[in-house]
């Protein structure tokens, strides 16, 4: 990867940091493109000079996608949102970074996609992961396609959403407590994206699941984290009949297509290639979360473990 020019959709954003940092580790020039640049501009300090730019993009728009590839070596895109324009940005956004990726000749494309990808699922976030995934390996064939179960890090917004929940109620309900995740790291998840696209002889045209050691339902998690932060906490599971009518309030704690999201696990597949396939040794959650769950107890980090 040294001093190959690497576009990265979706650079400044919370995996997006990372994925830059692993490759400017690597050696790579780096190339952020999305549409809000002052996020990405945290990673600047960590380039050396000439190292790192940035380019404004949206990737609903071809001729913004083209601009920001040009003269690339590999492109990477992470472009995704919980809620919104899930065509634009899964289906429609994918299709202009693959093919824009294509007309310059790149030799690794990296698409990010999700665990819950499929056209059958229930959910709109689902079937439009899907449409991405086939509308990518279609214009860029040898793409990798990354498909991550749910990803925590200092900055997520799934293990510190319930850790802020936990540590303010002393009754916390919790909606889907039988569905099963297998939480991965930040940091595992952005370096086999960089193994990835350093290698695409051998990962191009294939599909990796990446999760982390652990498998736990939603109660099981929330469980966990009480305990982390030191908080002895009733965990109510919430019956999916009033989960569907919690779902369709305005400004809610998660939407119907959330909610549809939870009827299925969202775990690595038994026959899928995962992280050890690019080389990453998966982290457990209990190795570094503590490092920053933290600020999550009563007195901070003179708390300890003791429970509160």
Known sequence: MKDSLVTVFGGGGFLGRQVVQALLAQGARVRVAQRNLSTALRVKPLAGLGQIQFVAADIRKPAS?????????????????????????????????????????????????????????????????????????????????????????????????????????????????????????V?????????????????????????????????????????????????IPVPASLAKLIAVLPGGPITSDQLAMLSRDNVVGVDARGLSALGVAPTPLAAVADKWLVRYRRHGRFAGRAQA
């Open 187 to 235: 940091k595992d998840v952005a370096h086999a994206i960089a193994n990835a696209a350093a290698d695409p002889q051998a990962f191009g045209g294939k599909s990796f699941e990446l999760g982390g050691p652990q498998v736990l339902s939603m109660l099981e998690l929330n469980g966990w984290i009480a305990k982390a932060i030191g908080r002895k906490r009733s965990l």
């Open 65 to 185: 996608v083209a601009n920001a590839v040009a003269g690339s070596d590999v492109v990477i895109n992470l472009v995704g949102v919980l809620k919104g324009d899930f065509d634009g940005l899964h289906h429609r956004g994918a299709a202009n970074v693959a093919r824009a990726a294509a007309a310059i000749g790149a030799r690794a494309l990296v698409h990010v996609s999700a665990i819950g990808a499929d056209a059958e699922s229930p959910s709109a976030y689902g079937r439009s992961k899907a449409a991405g995934e086939q509308a990518v390996k279609a214009a860029f064939p040898l793409a990798t396609i990354i498909r991550p179960s749910i990803i925590f890090g200092p900055e997520d917004q799934f293990v510190n959403r319930f850790a802020e929940l936990i540590r303010i109620a002393p009754v916390v309900p919790v909606i889907g407590a039988a569905t099963k995740f297998q939480p991965v790291y």
